[in-house]
């Protein structure tokens, strides 16, 4: 298994403002994922973390808003750029080893943003 | 693709008693299946999964699984229940091939309470 280490755990940001928010994994995993997930509803995937290269985001996402870092295989990191009341949601990072799917989650993220 | 469908968004349940969360699945393709567990205020712990072999799998806190093909289902269920299980519970599952097959889709959440 592998534990993953997010920072903040919780913030409370201005509109207009981006936080950065870190995830660190204790063992090498082959994929890393960011993760949204709103009040009171299910994980939507915000993007696929690639070493060295531009992530692969989902429909609806774009990386102007959603800027995301992966410079080596244990560590990544998610911006949100410009945020607004419709940001504020629970960020999780995760990530999977092997080809089974099985992903191991951080604590999340909770931002808040006035 | 994939698609999940939790049956049930909320499930009240009292101490002891047995329940089953509901989890229905489609693909084309084979899957492995999922079931997490997030409590209040944490992030997702991966409770059991099915990858091949026996169809009923077993999980942390005396959770278990089975997988039936032929209805598409991978019902969780816990024979006695604690205050503690109360938490959101999540189904997923993920196709064996590359490429967009391999993202978990996620069920929408089933929300276990159990009281006193």
């Known amino acids: 298994s592998a534990v993953i280490s997010q920072k903040p755990s919780r913030d409370i940001c201005q509109r207009g403002t981006s936080l950065t928010i870190q995830c660190q994994v204790d063992?090498?995993?082959?994929?890393m994922f960011w993760y949204r997930q709103q009040p009171g509803q299910s994980l939507t995937l915000i993007a696929t973390?690639?070493?060295?290269?531009?992530?692969?985001?989902e429909s609806g996402f774009v990386i102007d808003k959603f800027p995301i870092s992966r410079p080596n295989l244990t560590f990544s990191t998610l911006t949100v750029s410009n945020m607004s009341p419709e940001d504020s949601s629970i960020y999780l990072c995760?990530?999977?080893?092997?080809?089974?799917?099985?992903?191991?989650f951080g604590e999340g993220s909770r931002l808040t943003v006035l | 693709a994939q698609s999940v469908t939790q049956l049930d968004s909320q499930v009240p349940v009292f101490e002891e008693a047995p329940v089953e969360l509901r989890c229905n699945y489609s693909?084309?393709?084979?899957?492995?299946l999922f079931w997490y567990v997030q409590y209040p205020n944490q992030g997702l712990q991966l409770l059991l999964k099915?990858?091949?072999?026996s169809t009923l799998v077993k999980g942390i806190n005396g959770f278990e699984a089975e997988f039936n093909k032929s209805q598409t289902s991978f019902h969780l269920r816990k024979p006695s229940v604690h205050i503690s299980d109360t938490a959101e519970y999540f189904c997923?599952?993920?196709?064996?091939?590359?490429?967009?097959?391999?993202?978990?889709?996620w069920g929408l959440g089933t929300s276990l309470a159990v009281n006193p």
């Open positions: 997923a599952v993920r196709g064996h091939n590359a490429g967009n097959n391999r993202k978990l889709i």
């Open positions: 693909s084309s393709v084979s899957v492995y």
């Open positions: 099915y990858l091949s072999g």
């Open positions: 063992s090498q995993v082959t994929m």
């Open positions: 973390a690639n070493q060295g290269s531009e992530a692969t985001y």
């Open positions: 995760s990530g999977g080893t092997g080809n089974t799917g099985e992903l191991f």
